[in-house]
T-cell receptor, first 112, second 114 residues
Framework: KQEVTQIPAALSVPEGENLVLNCSFT??????LQWFRQDPGKGLTSLLL???SQREQTSGRLNASLDKSSGRSTLYIAASQPGDSATYLC???????????WGAGTKLIIKP | DTGVSQDPRHKITKRGQNVTFRCDPI?????LYWYRQTLGQGPEFLTY????????KSRLLSDRFSAERPKGSFSTLEIQRTEQGDSAMYLC????????????FGQGTRLTVV
């Protein structure tokens, strides 16, 4: 069964810290992996997409890595700001069914 | 084209009524997805279109749910005889068919069944 797990479920850190969010998946035959941000009651904003052939992607203060062999991805946020507070979700697209399989998300709170 | 658009943003309906939601994808995107999300959970896949063809439908989608994409552009999701358990955020996403298959999401339609 294709499953995606995100740890921790919630994280609270002081402003300015660097932090890492984790995502693990059970089936390594992925097409790509995508990280999203979701603010309360809102839709999903795509942050980074990593194709299966790639190891990492960077956008501003965000860096996402992918290790297919171990079934893991990390989202690194540098110099966190209160505006980074949101829920971060990872989703894996599989070759087999072209469906995004989702983690439950990590709720991040950055304290001023 | 500024992205995926969903309408309405919010819908409150009485149990037993029918509701219909609309999604306008990014214009050059062949693929269109519907997801449902309840509080504190990740989205759950409902159905997927490639152009006008509905290629995949989740077992979550009971007979009360139907989706269409008649001309391969916008899509509608209809829920008949709504139940309180249908209350959720309904999300639409679109992506290209080839190359960078990044999925872009709309703001969602929040359904509340009372």
């Amino acid at each position: 069964k294709q499953e995606v797990t995100q740890i921790p479920a919630a994280l609270s850190v002081p402003e300015g810290e660097n932090l890492v969010l984790n995502c693990s998946f059970t089936d390594s035959a992925i097409y790509n992996l995508q990280w999203f941000r979701q603010d309360p009651g809102k839709g999903l904003t795509s942050l980074l997409l990593i194709q299966s052939s790639q190891r990492e992607q960077t956008s501003g203060r965000l860096n996402a890595s992918l290790d297919k062999s171990s079934g893991r991805s990390t989202l690194y946020i540098a110099a966190s700001q209160p505006g980074d507070s949101a829920t971060y979700l990872c989703a894996v697209l599989y070759h087999s069914n072209y469906q995004l399989i989702w983690g439950a998300g990590t709720k991040l709170i950055i304290k001023p | 084209d500024t992205g995926v658009s969903q309408d309405p943003r919010h819908k409150i309906t009485k149990r037993g009524q029918n509701v219909t939601f609309r999604c306008d994808p990014i214009s050059e995107h062949n693929r269109l997805y519907w997801y449902r999300q309840t509080l504190g959970q990740g989205p759950e896949f409902l159905t997927y279109f490639q152009n006008e063809a509905q290629l995949e439908k989740s077992r979550l989608l009971s007979d009360r749910f139907s989706a269409e994409r008649p001309k391969g552009s916008f899509s509608t999701l209809e829920i008949q005889r709504t139940e309180q358990g249908d209350s959720a955020m309904y999300l639409c996403a679109s992506s290209p068919n080839f190359g960078n298959t990044e999925a872009f999401f709309g703001q969602g339609t929040r359904l509340t069944v009372v």
